[in-house]
T-cell receptor, first 113, second 111 residues
Framework: DAGVIQSPRHEVTEMGQEVTLRCKPI?????LFWYRQTMMRGLELLIY????????DSGMPEDRFSAKMPNASFSTLKIQPSEPRDSAVYFC???????????FGDGTRLSIL | GQQLNQSPQSMFIQEGEDVSMNCTSS?????WLWYKQDPGEGPVLLIA?????ELTSNGRLTAQFGITRKDSFLNISASIPSDVGIYFC???????????FGKGMKLTVNP
């Protein structure tokens, strides 16, 4: 079975550019999560959706970050404008609702120069 | 904010040895999860625990949900080189889908 699919796997861009990260959750999963992983702060939840509706975006660092989930099989995380401190690995995860475990994609390694 | 204290932060062991790691929290969790992350990949679920006192095994891995609901441990028996990686604990409150992660424990296994 296909797991959570993220693209691109790597992104290198200059500061000020718009960055769009993509995620396809596991088919049938109702909840989708975006995380950021850094050495200093570990794994942090940015935002999560349930049935395509954003439930909690309290982890989104600032207005430069936005996330959408237009349908059950696709989500985007956008950073505009990007800054060097946004460099990190961004993970998407999905789960069936009701406290089922989250399954992670392989992440997007983002470098902002 | 909520924090999980995961210890130790790293361990260096010889192949064949057992290893134990634990997580503690200031909060009560309804679910404890243990994940392993290999370089360049996402965390992979190892064991999920749903009830205080629960003891669950997955091959050479054994994990327990602490009776106070504020801690959990993971044991790996008879370690092998492919056990190398970073192990994360994560806690989940009742009524929420949010996970709080520990900072991870980096395991090195010398052949």
């Amino acid at each position: 079975d296909a797991g959570v699919i993220q693209s691109p796997r790597h992104e290198v861009t200059e500061m000020g550019q718009e960055v769009t990260l993509r995620c396809k959750p596991i088919s049938g999963h109702n909840s989708l999560f975006w995380y950021r992983q850094t050495m200093m702060r570990g794994l942090e939840l940015l935002i999560y959706f349930n049935n395509n509706v954003p439930i909690d975006d309290s982890g989104m660092p600032e207005d430069r970050f936005s996330a959408k989930m237009p349908n059950a099989s696709f989500s985007t995380l956008k950073i505009q404008p990007s800054e060097p401190r946004d460099s990190a690995v961004y993970f998407c995860a999905s789960s069936l609702a009701d406290n089922q475990p989250q399954h992670f994609g392989d992440g997007t390694r983002l470098s902002i120069l | 904010g909520q924090q999980l204290n995961q210890s130790p932060q790293s361990m260096f062991i010889q192949e064949g040895e057992d290893v134990s790691m634990n997580c503690t929290s200031s909060s009560i969790f309804n679910t404890w999860l243990w994940y392993k992350q290999d370089p360049g990949e996402g965390p992979v679920l190892l064991i999920a625990l749903y009830k205080a006192g629960e003891l669950t095994s997955n091959g050479r891995l054994t994990a327990q949900f602490g009776i106070t609901r504020k801690d959990s441990f993971l044991n790996i028996s008879a370690s092998i080189p492919s056990d190398v990686g970073i192990y994360f604990c994560a806690g989940q409150w009742g009524g929420s889908e949010k996970l709080v992660f520990g900072k991870g424990m980096k395991l090195t296994v010398n052949p």
